[in-house]
């Protein structure tokens, strides 16, 4: 069962080992898969300076990434409403980001301020 969270253009912030960017996403969406939930982002720079530092994350520095966040009230209010109604059947929350190809993280989710949710990925 796949939910979508926000059709629409947001932003997300990946943290690694040479600091952060900001980077354009779409489609973001959160899929049951049996015992586990996986929260898809696929990514959608909207520049050329976003489009170089996502290639640099993605194609050198992806086993860096430490945190993932974003910061937008539609998305987290949809991600607590799918996450709250299948609570008993979610034992674990993985991280799909999209860029060229798929890149899956195990993360540990966080609420963060009033609108934003924080995957901390497992290391």
């Known amino acids: 069962m796949i939910r979508s969270l926000r059709k629409g253009q947001t932003s997300i912030e990946i943290w690694y080992k040479f600091g952060e960017d900001s980077i354009g996403a779409k489609q973001t969406e959160i899929e049951l898969m ?25 194609l050198k520095n992806s086993q860096t990434i430490t945190k993932v966040i974003i910061r937008d009230s539609h998305i987290r209010k949809n991600a607590e409403h799918f996450l709250n ?10 991280l799909e980001l999209v860029h060229n190809k798929s ?11 009033n609108d934003g949710l924080e995957f901390q990925i497992k290391t």
């Open 34 to 58: 049996g015992d586990h939930a996986v929260f898809r982002i696929k990514l959608a720079p909207v520049s050329g300076d976003q489009s170089y530092d996502a290639n640099n994350i993605f």
């Open 85 to 94: 109604a299948y609570t008993d059947r979610i034992s674990y929350v993985n």
């Open 103 to 113: 890149h899956i993280f195990a993360v540990n989710l966080k609420r963060l301020d």
